[in-house]
């Protein structure tokens, strides 16, 4: 079974200033998706970016950029120039489907705090 | 741009009630996901749907059941309420086969009270 691990619970970051959040994951396989989703207060689930696994380029989204390690099972999000509305909660999650229909399984999160 | 729909958006029910949450996906979606998320806790996958057809199928206790309609909408019942079925509960959508390439987007949530 696959597994994901945010070894980061609570983060916190100055606005402007840059932060990465890590992340791991287990699993077998060799074709699957990797995302990041940010889930603010009011509880949305907002997809940050996403990482397909035979694709060694790192997927960049604005100011949100992933460090994706494939050999070493290690996704981690980095945000640059922080900005108030990036405070959320963070899940890593892993996608795999064997019948086009993609299960994620995600980590437990990492909060971040954005201080002024 | 239309999003996933999902009604009610709070319900308060007694122990051993049943409930009824919906769930709308995007137009021209046909792959519908639910995922439970207890409180402080990350979603957990409940089962999806194809073309009417389950897909694929989580941690979904007995109690629940779950289908989708030919307009593509699905809701999951819940029967036999327990306090532990208090959890928000997230219905997700996309096109079968893409929901790793494209990510899946997800609806507001039903939060399930259950007291």
């Known amino acids: 079974a696959q597994t994901v691990t945010q070894s980061q619970p609570e983060m916190s970051v100055q606005e402007a200033e840059t932060v990465t959040l890590s992340c791991t994951y287990d699993t077998s396989e060799s074709d699957y998706y990797l995302f990041w989703y940010k889930q603010p207060p009011s509880r949305q689930m907002i997809l940050v970016i996403r990482?397909?696994?035979?694709?060694?380029q790192n997927a960049t989204e604005n100011r949100f950029s992933v460090n994706f390690q494939k050999a070493a099972k290690s996704f981690s999000l980095k945000i640059s120039d922080s900005q108030l509305g990036d405070a959320a909660m963070y899940f890593c999650a892993y996608g795999y489907s064997g019948a086009g229909s993609y299960q994620l399984t995600f980590g437990k999160g990492t909060k971040l705090s954005v201080i002024p | 741009a239309a999003g996933v729909i999902q009604s009610p958006r709070h319900l308060i029910k007694e122990k051993r009630e049943t409930a009824t949450l919906k769930c709308y996906p995007i137009p021209r979606h046909d792959t519908v996901y639910w995922y439970q998320q207890g409180p402080g806790q990350d979603p957990q996958f409940l089962i999806s749907?194809?073309?009417?057809?389950?897909?694929d199928k989580g941690s979904i206790p007995d109690r629940f059941s779950a289908q989708q309609f030919s307009d593509y909408h699905s809701e999951l019942n819940m029967s036999s309420l327990e306090l532990g079925d208090s959890a928000l509960y997230f219905c997700?959508?996309?096109?079968f086969g893409t929901g790793g390439v494209y990510g899946y987007t997800f609806g507001s949530g039903t939060r399930l009270t259950v007291v």
């Open positions: 749907f194809y073309e009417k057809m389950q897909s």
């Open positions: 997700a959508s996309s096109l």
């Open positions: 990482q397909e696994a035979y694709k060694q």
